[in-house]
């Protein structure tokens, strides 16, 4: 789910490190929900799995360069997104006489959209903007939202006061009427405001948490004094209510399935996690602390085994693949391989949870593998392997992130930091680090 709340205009804090490794470690010894509808860092298609720009940083201004290390954008943008695609979303500073600097605050600066090339698609001048969906981009001028297509051109008017990303044709925004969901003409099909869903005589209103997945958008309604005070549900693309608010939490629906969260424990408080079907049945019932969502017909779960709780697998009959044995352990197979840990052994199974590759005892983490290669620490530093278990080149560094579209971002002990290929070789190299304000 996804509040509406929006960025401030300001340029905010952000390293070269923060963006490329947002999502270096899909692990987690327990995942907190976040409210972007769907699970972090989840195996999904996202712009930036396709051809692209690298990020950099020098100072505290941020460029980019291709695939072959050449500067294509020299590091002069206040700020970039993380979505990293065909078009991606940059902030360029505002003139500022050096009187009115103000030295520690991040200064204010315009978003645009540049293209692979570096050159501007949507021109800098925008409060704000968010990425490309479905042909659309959400962009901010004096406070109001709207949308512009790849050239630039205002398809729907800043005229709201927030708008969400298009999923499935449709986009949440919400002007002073209320929410809504409209098309890529700006037409309402779904005036949520006018929505209600009614229980014992009541009629309350409904709060769209958008976006449209699998046909469906998650929708929440407020109860005053009591608990919970909140429940999820889900409606259609009719704005019918199809799947009544019964979850205190929920997911976006992935492959036919959603995540969702209900009060447990003989009215403790608790919280246990389950799996719903599109038509509101349990998939896997909500028995387990913690689930991720169904991956190649596979689903992460905790349990607790006498004081500590660990990590298995179970399938979409609910039935255990995997036993919980593993302190940390992946969410998803990646290439087949799921690095996990028992006590201090570190190691890669398969579905089966059979061992495919041990590491070594001072290994401190490892990470999934890409472009069938994996990024390994240990106490002399970060190196990476391959799927046999052997070095996939010679190298070690002070911090590594994994492979993305034959590149990865590292620092290297000696100091500076830039981006390898995945024979090793140094293909961007800088020596100067990255100060965020």
Known sequence: MSELGQRPPSVAKRTLATILLLAVSACATSAAPGRDGADAGAPTATPSDGPGLYPICVGARFGFIDRSGKVVVHPTLGMIDETIGELTVVWVLDPVPPEKEQPGLPPSAH????????RFAVKPIYEDARTFSEGLAAVMRDGKWGFVDSKGTVRVPCRNESAQSFSEGLALVED?????????????????ARLRWRRKGQELPVIADGPFVDGLAAFRVIFHGEYPDTLVGF?????????????????????????????????????CEGIIRKDGSWAIPPAYEFLAGVYDGLVAFTAPVGKRHLHGFLDERNEVVVPP????????????????????????????????????PDTEYADEFSDGIAQVRTKAGDHYIRRDGSRAF????????????????VQFL???????????RIVYRQAEPCKPW
Do not use: N
């Open 414 to 424: 000696e100091g500076g930091e830039g981006y390898i290929d995945p024979q090793g």
């Open 235 to 271: 409606m259609d693309r009719q704005g019918t209510i199809v799947i009544e608010p019964a979850f205190t939490y929920s997911y976006a629906f992935q492959r036919g399935y959603a995540k969702v969260q209900v009060l447990c424990g003989g009215g403790t408080g608790g919280r």
């Open 111 to 118: 978003a645009g959209l540049i293209d692979t090339r570096g």
């Open 325 to 360: 044995r593993y302190e940390h352990s992946c969410l998803w197979f990646r290439e087949g391989l799921c690095q996990t840990k028992i006590g201090k052994h570190w190691a890669y199974v398969d579905r089966s949870g059979a061992e495919q590759i041990v590491l070594p």
């Open 176 to 192: 002073e009427t209320g929410q809504k969901f409209i098309d890529t003409s700006g037409r309402t099909v779904i005036d949520v």
């Open 394 to 409: 010679e190298g070690t560094f002070k911090d590594a992130s994994r492979f993305r579209r034959g590149l990865a971002y």
